[in-house]
């Protein structure tokens, strides 16, 4: 509240000093869209709100007063989608509300193929094998601790494997006193946060791409992975991944428990060409898909019939 408060005047102050047509809130939850919707009904601009999570389910899920906390986002949605004239999201989440059916548009992604491909120089190599890497926020959602139990699992079979980590966030000590009381301190590394142009660097360092979420959208991590030709192993979830990943063709779909993973880490680990055709099929998803070029055309498009721009 404190947050949609005070963005909320320094918007209000703010949009008629620059004079802008549309105001757009890129945040993934809808209600953090509140005060860009309100803000364009008062001072008469247009107004897109970006919409990539349930986030009611989310935050039932996940906090102690979640199911309350829930119904008070509920309002916030339905005031935003109310408000707003154009709901962008890479799905389609009518189902999630049926108010943005008139509103809603679908959009790529969008991922910068000019600097995540196939052809980026690694930042180091290793002999270790595999190397599994998730680039993540680390909160409890992303289910990073059964990558880490996985590798438990995994070492006596694969001495030499690494998992790195990059990000960061709340659930970072957690995990990493799961990484101390499994003695896998010589086996998972904590890389933290990391400047941008570095990430593709580092997936074309390791082997395989691990992100077993709970509850997801589309993150960018994933397709960032499969740009770089690196194997995807993802969670099956209800909100998610079946929309998009094809189990055995583009991705492995997992339960997400540690057992499953470390399955789909030896059976890539075991099949080069399973290896090879997930890398294949990832590169290629990912450029007719998501290219964030192609997604630019797309939104231009967008804010032009919102305007009625003459081309």
């Known amino acids: 509240l404190l947050y ?36 364009a009904k008062l001072l008469r601009k247009k107004s897109v709100i970006r919409i990539s999570e349930p986030t009611r389910y989310i935050v039932w899920s996940r906090y102690r007063f979640g199911p309350l906390i829930s119904c008070f986002i509920n309002i916030l949605e339905r005031l935003t989608f109310s408000l707003c004239d154009v709901v962008i999201s890479n799905r389609d989440m009518c189902w999630y509300s049926s108010k943005i059916a ?14 995540f491909n196939p052809r980026v120089v ?21 289910n990073i601790e059964s990558v880490i139990e996985a590798v438990a699992l995994l070492k006596e079979k694969y001495p030499k ?9 709340y659930d970072e000590v957690n995990l990493r006193n799961r990484v101390v009381k499994l003695a896998l301190s010589e086996h998972v590394y904590f890389r933290g946060y990391v400047d941008p142009e570095m990430i593709p660097k580092l997936l074309k360092s390791c082997d395989i791409f691990v992100l077993p979420s709970f509850i ?8 960032e992975a499969m740009a770089c030709g690196l194997p995807a192993i993802v969670g099956s979830t209800r909100y998610s991944w079946k929309e998009w990943f094809i189990d055995g063709e583009n991705a492995l779909l997992v339960r997400g428990d540690p057992q499953s993973i470390a399955e789909a880490v030896d059976k890539l680990i075991s099949s080069e060409e399973l290896r090879k055709k997930l890398a294949d099929n990832g590169v290629k998803y990912a450029r007719e898909y998501h290219d964030s070029s192609k997604t630019k055309i797309q939104f231009s498009a967008i804010v032009e019939q919102m305007l009625k721009i003459p081309k």
Request: proline share 5%.
């Open 216 to 223: 997801e959208g589309l993150p960018s991590a994933v397709l």
């Open 102 to 115: 008139a509103k809603q548009r679908l959009l790529s992604q969008g991922v910068d193929l000019s600097l």
């Open 122 to 142: 690694p930042a180091f190599h290793s002999k270790a094998f595999p190397k599994l890497i998730t680039v993540s926020r680390l909160d409890k959602q992303k």
């Open 161 to 169: 494997i690494l998992y790195y980590i990059v990000g960061s966030g």
């Open 4 to 39: 949609l408060s005070v963005a909320f005047f320094k918007v209000v102050r703010l949009v008629p000093k620059i004079r802008v047509h549309v105001l757009i809130s890129l945040g993934g939850h809808a209600y953090s869209g509140l005060i860009i919707a309100v803000t």
